[in-house]
């Protein structure tokens, strides 16, 4: 068993009747995981059946096709309190680097700083003659729901900064926090959770999921997937590592991939891009960001803020916007005008309730 082939990503498929070969491997192993306390969903169990067939309904329509596509990571239910939550297969290459650094941001003093936002290790799982599991909570991509007001977006970048320098402090580079391993802690905001892998289904895929704001109810943003992390020993000086090229394969000092670099100033670059990317050249109004996003993008990685620079310089920022830029509404930049007054009433009626609560413009978790 511990010679199948995990580290191979799926293909989707045409009709999803079958279980993947990846899934097959998490299927093999579900009475395992069972005994050990978590509980796999019904597509996954001994003698499963796919619900649509001699019927007239699309796989992708119904609960038990919902497909798990990366053989390395699996949706399950914590079977003691009912909690969804992913597991993950530590595979040789990058397995013990990442356990490394789990295990160290979820461990005290690190674990309840406030700073820390590592998504914290829930439990690890061995399995006979097979690869070490993590168990981290069900998270949410940080951009969906999309942020709705400028004051969210502060929020988000607020905790960004500050678990990267956090990490950084810690001597810990991520080496690759970039759209794909940053989350958002959904329980607020989603308290009847959603589906794992639709994630804008309910829970049994029975309706939408029904979630609030980011205003009425500020999530914790987290970040994931430490297997490209390292971390480093101060007492030899700034770090010169190989680039190991995760999400984002833009950084100026990865395109020759054979020369060390400093990886701290990679982090720096990664959240700068990630701003500009997916904020500046999407949506109107992000020009307050432009300054500092243009130096954390710098072609010279020695020209870059720390991470203590960029969250001083942010903080700067944070002050010079009024409520009224806070509240406002985040707008697409290729938005019709029809759709542009529909959204802009209904943000406006929006608004007026977080007002009249006192609602903070700037949402932070308690």
């Known amino acids: 068993m511990s010679q199948e082939p995990w580290d191979i990503e799926e293909e989707p498929g045409r009709d999803g009747g079958d279980l993947y070969p990846g899934e097959k491997l998490w299927a093999n192993r579900q009475r395992a995981l069972e005994e050990a306390g978590y509980m796999l969903r019904r597509r996954y169990h001994p003698g499963w059946k796919s619900s649509w067939i001699g019927t007239n309904r699309l796989f992708t329509r119904v609960e038990d096709g919902q497909v798990q596509l990366k053989r390395v990571i699996m949706d399950a239910t914590r079977i003691s309190d009912d909690k969804p939550v992913m597991l993950k297969l530590l595979l040789p290459k990058e397995g013990p680097y990442e356990l490394e650094i789990n295990r160290l941001f979820s ?26 599991m993590m168990v981290h909570a069900q998270l949410r991509p ?25 990490m950084h402090e810690n001597h810990v ?6 759209r794909a391993n940053i989350m958002l802690e959904p329980s607020g905001m989603y308290p009847q959770s959603f589906h794992p892998v639709a994630i804008n289904r309910s829970r049994d895929f029975r309706k939408k999921a029904n979630g609030y704001s980011r205003t009425r109810r500020p999530p914790l943003y987290l970040l994931i997937d430490f297997g490209l992390s390292r971390r480093y020993d101060p007492a030899n000086g700034p770090p010169l590592d190989k680039p190991l090229r995760g999400g984002d394969k833009s950084a100026p000092e990865h395109q020759d991939r054979d020369t060390p670099c400093n990886p701290f100033p990679t982090d720096i670059y990664y959240i700068g891009n990630l701003v500009r990317e997916e904020f500046s050249q999407k949506y109107l109004g992000f020009e307050f960001m432009n300054p500092l996003v243009a130096d954390m993008t710098l072609d010279d990685p020695q020209g870059r803020p720390t991470a203590q620079e960029v969250v001083s310089r942010f903080e700067e920022i944070k002050r010079g916007l009024g409520v009224w830029k806070l509240r406002s509404r985040i707008a697409r930049k290729n938005e019709i005008w029809p759709v542009a007054v529909l959204r802009s009433v209904s943000h406006l009626y929006r608004t007026a309730g977080y007002v009249l609560t006192r609602t903070a413009a700037i949402p932070e978790p308690r």
């Open 107 to 132: 461990s005290e003093p690190l674990l309840s700083n406030p700073r820390n936002h590592c998504a914290p290790l829930l439990d690890t799982i061995d399995l006979p003659n097979e690869p070490q």
């Open 142 to 166: 940080f951009n969906d729901p999309p942020m709705q007001t400028y004051g969210e977006f502060v929020a988000f970048f607020g905790q960004l900064c500050e678990g990267i320098q956090f």
């Open 173 to 178: 580079a991520h080496r690759d926090c970039t």
